[in-house]
């Protein structure tokens, strides 16, 4: 993998981690195994008590682009999310749940689509959606908004708000920094749909880049809604 991208938009990956021992290393493994990877790789882990962290230490070895950041103190996701903020100096950052995983080509399209769209508050693209062991099921049921890598306007976004709904696919978000933190990041009172409206807010104000193309999965566990 290259640790060290020479142009375009810095990416960071941030990985709050708690308890999920049994798929961290294939999460870990589809970040560090890119041809293409991300600049920056934060995991943080939130007081796990299974083998988590000896699992995250042995994969992040030898890999200067990743740490581990253990809090002393159990924080939830989004206070996770918020540390590892703190750690981070790259331009835009994909939030990745630990049971989930990315697939090849995600942060070199990412970044190929983001440096034509400069500016541009968020990225997003397509999922696939996997048993708990890895099997595909289906494509994530989510709206196709354009055929071809595409720039939305920020009244285009909101356009698309209005006749859709949420049309982005969470697990693929990755953000401008600066335009989440401008939007006050993550309210926990939307739970897991919290990354979603902040999203939501973040293309309306500064516009969105599109990849049509099924670039990460998410787990559907036993009993779930997917």
């Not at 993998?1 to 960071?12: D, F, K, L, N």
């Not at 882990?45 to 159990?74: E, F, K, W, Y």
Request: hydrophobic share 45%.
């Amino acid at each position: 993998m290259t640790e060290a991208q020479p142009h375009g938009p810095s990416i960071a990956v941030i990985l709050p981690n708690r308890n999920d021992a049994r798929y961290l290393r294939r999460c870990l493994r589809s970040v560090l195994d890119q041809e293409v990877g991300p600049d920056e790789l934060i995991v943080v882990d939130d007081q796990s008590t299974d083998d988590s962290v000896a699992i995250i230490r042995s994969l992040i070895a030898g890999h200067a682009h990743a740490r581990l950041v253990q809090s002393p103190v159990n924080l939830g996701v989004y206070g996770a999310v918020d540390q590892g903020l703190k750690h981070s100096r790259s331009e835009y950052v994909l939030f990745l749940a630990a049971n989930d995983f990315v697939l090849p080509g995600i942060f070199a399209r990412a970044r190929a689509c983001i440096a034509r769209s400069p500016g541009v508050g968020v990225w997003s693209a397509l999922a696939w959606l996997v048993d708990e062991e890895d099997r595909p099921l289906r494509l994530h049921p989510s709206p196709v908004v354009a055929l071809r890598d595409a720039q939305l306007s920020p009244r285009r976004c909101i356009e698309l708000a209005h006749r859709l709904g949420n049309w982005f696919t969470g697990t693929t978000l990755i953000y401008r920094r600066s335009a989440v933190d401008e939007a006050g990041r993550f309210d926990p009172a939307f739970m897991g749909l919290s990354d979603l409206f902040t999203a939501l807010i973040v293309a309306s104000r500064h516009g969105a880049a599109y990849s049509p193309a099924p670039l990460c999965a998410i787990r559907k566990h036993a009993g779930s809604y997917l």
